[in-house]
């Protein structure tokens, strides 16, 4: 078997398969695609998979979220039907103070593009009855939508897969080293080798980032997330905290906990979130729970997504965020177009990792 | 069993759904799970988790004793969400305006 690569991307979640895939599409390059488990088995295969545009915040980040949810149509023309649905997104607030702040929110936001619609109470329950009578108001965006994560990194998998590209699973990195102009990569399998490396491993890219000498500015957080029976269909959006399935469930959950690597699911936040629930929308009071899951996703330090070169080493790159579903189309066309034309059609600039050098000179990491 | 026997009731999943998840490189029954929707029905996998540990067992050759059971997590069976709730005010499940007024996420 031969082992050289042009381009190994370490990761097989829903980042590194998406730029596997669009690296593929160029048919320039050897890749290599090496993940320690299975696909889905860590964050990308845990999570309610909005594709979620309109409260990211500053707007420079809401707008980079915007045209990855545009690529959405496209990409599933491309790789196949990952049931993406543009729901629209519904914000609902449950003061009246909040008003104030929605309609800032709605003013920046449109200086990007993204239209947001302030809605009194009445409006928000016309538009989605089934939330709770006792909402002042709510922010919509038509552009929120959501997307079925199992489908969706599968997808990426084959058809790069069709494009030549390699998978290795079950396969943890033990070392990586950089050699003259190539870069070592041992795994449990077998040593690799390739001129550019790309670490796409979410919130396990720190240790990875620790064989190559590099502090990779992230910490990791835990989500829980409830599952109903399925229901008949009675919610027309991505709500801000849960949304309804294809098949039914209603998937619920927006908590967030710094407690590492721990998967476990707990029981205060599990009450908690049914409490939301039904906060929200009465009616989930009366329905069955089938089961919680819960999953580790990545944060970078400052909560924006880390994407490009990795500062002071050659032909190393990094693509880590907490907004990977969302950001996935985007992240995965940018990437290829830095790997293969050496520049980006947005500007990354304000995503390079080298905005933390401060805290890696002043050793807080 | 033949590949059209239906291994997962509740979501109504054949030995052949199986067996294609396995030849992308499954390996456990929760990489089957989330590839088939196999085992995510009410009943969580009580039935099937079995029948898919010798379906692996017998494609790929790992022993049964290597072959986790799938993942159980709460509730052990349907519980409504009301009785699931404690009616305390959250504190760890934050809100999505909250957030956009802090920036990020």
């Given at each position: 078997?031969?082992?050289?690569?042009?381009?190994?991307?370490?990761?097989?979640?829903?980042?590194?398969?998406?730029?596997?895939?669009?690296?593929?599409?160029?048919?320039?390059?050897?890749?290599?695609?090496?993940?320690?488990?299975?696909?889905?088995?860590?964050?990308?295969?845990?999570?309610?998979?909005?594709?979620?545009?309109?409260?990211?915040?500053?707007?420079?980040?809401?707008?980079?979220?915007?045209?990855?949810?545009?690529?959405?149509?496209?990409?599933?023309?491309?790789?196949?039907?990952?049931?993406?649905?543009?729901?629209?997104?519904?914000?609902?607030?449950?003061?009246?103070?909040?008003?104030?702040?929605?309609?800032?929110?709605?003013?920046?936001?449109?200086?990007?593009?993204?239209?947001?619609?302030?809605?009194?109470?009445?409006?928000?329950?016309?538009?989605?009855?089934?939330?709770?009578?006792?909402?002042?108001?709510?922010?919509?965006?038509?552009?929120?939508?959501?997307?079925?994560?199992?489908?969706?990194?599968?997808?990426?998998?084959?058809?790069?897969?069709?494009?030549?590209?390699?998978?290795?699973?079950?396969?943890?990195?033990?070392?990586?080293?950089?050699?003259?102009?190539?870069?070592?990569?041992?795994?449990?399998?077998?040593?690799?080798?390739?001129?550019?490396?790309?670490?796409?491993?979410?919130?396990?890219?720190?240790?990875?980032?620790?064989?190559?000498?590099?502090?990779?500015?992230?910490?990791?957080?835990?989500?829980?997330?409830?599952?109903?029976?399925?229901?008949?269909?009675?919610?027309?959006?991505?709500?801000?905290?849960?949304?309804?399935?294809?098949?039914?469930?209603?998937?619920?959950?927006?908590?967030?906990?710094?407690?590492?690597?721990?998967?476990?699911?707990?029981?205060?936040?599990?009450?908690?979130?049914?409490?939301?629930?039904?906060?929200?929308?009465?009616?989930?009071?009366?329905?069955?729970?089938?089961?919680?899951?819960?999953?580790?996703?990545?944060?970078?330090?400052?909560?924006?997504?880390?994407?490009?070169?990795?500062?002071?080493?050659?032909?190393?790159?990094?693509?880590?965020?907490?907004?990977?579903?969302?950001?996935?189309?985007?992240?995965?066309?940018?990437?290829?177009?830095?790997?293969?034309?050496?520049?980006?059609?947005?500007?990354?600039?304000?995503?390079?990792?080298?905005?933390?050098?401060?805290?890696?000179?002043?050793?807080?990491? | 069993?033949?590949?059209?026997?239906?291994?997962?009731?509740?979501?109504?999943?054949?030995?052949?759904?199986i067996i294609t998840a396995i030849q992308l490189g499954a390996e456990?029954?929760?990489d089957v799970?989330?590839l088939?929707?196999?085992?995510?029905?009410?009943?969580?996998?009580?039935?099937?988790?079995?029948?898919?540990?010798?379906i692996i067992?017998?494609q790929t050759?790992?022993?049964?004793?290597?072959?986790?059971?799938?993942?159980?997590?709460?509730?052990?069976?349907?519980?409504?969400?009301?009785?699931?709730?404690?009616?305390?005010?959250?504190?760890?499940?934050?809100?999505?305006?909250?957030?956009?007024?802090?920036?990020?996420?």
């Open positions: 078997m031969n082992n050289n690569y042009d381009v190994i991307i370490v990761g097989c979640g829903v980042i590194g398969s998406s730029i596997a895939y669009h690296l593929s599409e160029r048919q320039k390059h050897r890749v290599l695609v090496i993940d320690k488990g299975f696909p889905l088995s860590g964050t990308s295969g845990a999570t309610q998979a909005w594709v979620w545009v309109h409260s990211k915040t500053p707007s420079w980040y809401g707008e980079l979220s915007m045209y990855s949810a545009e690529l959405y149509p496209f990409l599933e023309r491309k790789i196949g039907d990952v049931e993406y649905k543009r729901t629209g997104g519904i914000a609902p607030f449950f003061h009246e103070e909040d008003r104030k702040n929605a309609e800032q929110l709605a003013e920046s936001q449109a200086e990007v593009g993204i239209d947001i619609d302030v809605l009194s109470r009445e409006a928000a329950l016309k538009k989605e009855p089934a939330l709770s009578p006792e909402i002042v108001g709510a922010t919509f965006s038509s552009i929120d939508g959501n997307v079925n994560p199992f489908r969706l990194v599968e997808l990426y998998i084959k058809a790069a897969k069709k494009l030549g590209v390699d998978f290795s699973f079950y396969n943890p990195v033990v070392n990586m080293k950089k050699q003259t102009d190539q870069y070592i990569i041992e795994t449990k399998k077998g040593e690799f080798r390739a001129h550019k490396v790309i670490i796409a491993a979410g919130p396990w890219s720190k240790e990875l980032g620790d064989m190559l000498d590099i502090q990779v500015p992230i910490k990791q957080v835990r989500g829980q997330i409830l599952v109903t029976e399925p229901l008949a269909p009675f919610l027309k959006h991505t709500i801000g905290g849960l949304r309804q399935a294809d098949n039914g469930e209603v998937l619920i959950g927006y908590s967030k906990e710094e407690v590492g690597y721990d998967k476990r699911s707990t029981v205060d936040v599990l009450q908690e979130t049914a409490n939301m629930a039904i906060h929200m929308v009465p009616s989930l009071a009366n329905v069955n729970v089938v089961r919680c899951f819960a999953g580790i996703r990545v944060m970078p330090l400052d909560e924006y997504p880390i994407i490009g070169e990795i500062p002071q080493l050659d032909n190393a790159y990094i693509a880590v965020m907490h907004s990977g579903i969302t950001l996935s189309p985007l992240v995965g066309t940018l990437m290829t177009e830095l790997i293969v034309d050496g520049e980006t059609s947005i500007d990354l600039n304000r995503y390079h990792m080298g905005r933390f050098s401060h805290l890696l000179r002043n050793k807080m990491l | 069993m033949d590949n059209s026997t239906i291994v997962c009731r509740c979501e109504e999943i054949n030995k052949d759904e456990t029954f929760d799970k989330r088939t929707r196999c085992g995510m029905g009410p009943c969580q996998s009580k039935i099937c988790s079995n029948l898919v540990r010798e067992h017998e050759g790992i022993s049964l004793c290597q072959l986790k059971p799938s993942r159980m997590r709460a509730p052990l069976r349907l519980i409504r969400m009301k009785t699931l709730a404690d009616h305390r005010t959250a504190n760890k499940v934050a809100s999505v305006l909250q957030d956009s007024e802090e920036g990020g996420v």
